[in-house]
């Protein structure tokens, strides 16, 4: 506890928008509680992938038992307790903890009263902030967060992780447009990574054959930080840069899933959007990456295994990320000449999530595209497929959609797809 400048007072939104909360760094957080549904809400909160390197400790018995504990063991970086006490009692129980806690424990204290001067008084003793029961996880994470963001750091920027619901289905392709769009069009620095490092397109997509970044970086993780990213990224345009695969079978890459993270932890401080391939592989670091994204996109095709699989991803998404939003998902390849299609309509009632694009398949643009290191806006901007991307792009990166686009495009779409399903 200490006598520093009183916080803010609390929000008085309950739906933090979880989309923009700080990650929490690696700290230490101890709570203890008096109501078991306080405990579990905190619980939920340890279990969200932005308190994912934090270390969370969670007892009953209030601040009782917090003082207790105290007397033998280091107050943490964070201290949570619960009281149900009147305003006097509890005031006189922080008395007693103030005298076993650490001056740099920054205390948070639950209670049972929505009153602004024991708000003040609280604030006065040097507690950090207080809490109203019941908690909301998000804002309790969000309130962490706060005050372990340092204003004079880099800006974090945003991880976007593209998988694909089987091999094939065009989420490298569209993985790579839109992060050139991004770097080319909106102007905003990018990072496209390759996550495939057997297969990986990003080199060919790009006429590039530059450094096999990710491989270097994974292979010595101890080594992982700015420079060396530095050194490993090869540019590609003015504001893309691109951290390529070895993409070749001769050589096995191991990938752990902190070492991955770590890279990407990098990468992402330096630019404000990060765009990673992830291929069609279920591996620890594969899903340590989509449950750990900022934004996940899932590319299908209208076909029965990619709607399995799709609806697989979400579910598994919706059980590790409970407090993002949904994935976003991209019906691809649309329309293929003689192959019977799920319709869009059925594909969304079986997934729970209506695809957010749809994008027709379109051998000339795309296949144009592939042969030539292209980007689908450079070959035809007009095509229904570059215009989607279009969409995907701005959606991601907040700008204003294309409301009029879409709402011409869309339903035109979903007709022909509708009359496709019955073929
Ligand atoms: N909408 C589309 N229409 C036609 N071809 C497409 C479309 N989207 C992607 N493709 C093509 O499909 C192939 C596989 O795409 P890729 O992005 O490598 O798939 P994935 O990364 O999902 O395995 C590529 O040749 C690509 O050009
Ligand atoms: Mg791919």
Partial sequence: MNQTAPMPAPESSDQADSSVIALIPRINIHAFCEEQSTATAIQAGGNDRRMSKAHLDVHLGGILAAIQVYQQQQTPDVLIVETKK?????????????????????????????????????????????????????????????????????????????????????????????????????????????????????????????????????????????????????????????????????????????????VLDVVRKNVPYVVVDVPNIWAPWSKHTLAHADDVIIVSTPELASLRNTKNLVDHLKTVRKNDAEPIIVLNQVGLPKRPEVPVGEFAKAVGITPSFVIPHDALTFGTASSNGQMVFEVSAKAEGAQQLVMLAEKLTGREPQKKASKMKMPSILEKLKGLGKK
């Fill in 86 to 262: 009147s305003r006097d009692e509890v005031m006189s129980e922080l008395g007693h903890l103030a005298q076993v806690c650490e001056p740099t424990t920054k205390v948070i204290i639950i209670g049972q009263i929505n009153d602004v001067v024991l708000y003040r008084d609280l604030i006065k003793a040097g507690i950090s902030e207080y809490m109203v029961a019941p908690i909301n996880e998000m804002q309790l994470i969000e309130l962490i967060a706060g005050m372990f963001d340092d204003p004079g750091a880099e800006p974090v920027g945003r991880v976007m992780a593209f998988v694909g619901a089987k091999g094939g289905v065009g989420s490298s392709t569209i993985a790579h447009n839109v992060g050139w769009y991004i770097a080319n069009k909106l102007a905003s620095d990018t990072v496209i990574a390759d996550l495939d490092m057997a297969f990986g397109t990003t080199g060919l997509d790009f006429n590039s054959d530059g450094i096999q970044g990710i491989a270097e970086a994974l292979g010595a993780p101890d080594r992982i930080d700015q420079v060396l990213i530095d050194r490993l990224l090869t540019k590609c345009t003015d504001k893309l840069s691109l951290l390529l695969s070895p993409s070749t079978i001769d050589r096995d890459v191991k990938v752990e899933k902190d070492a991955l993270e770590t």
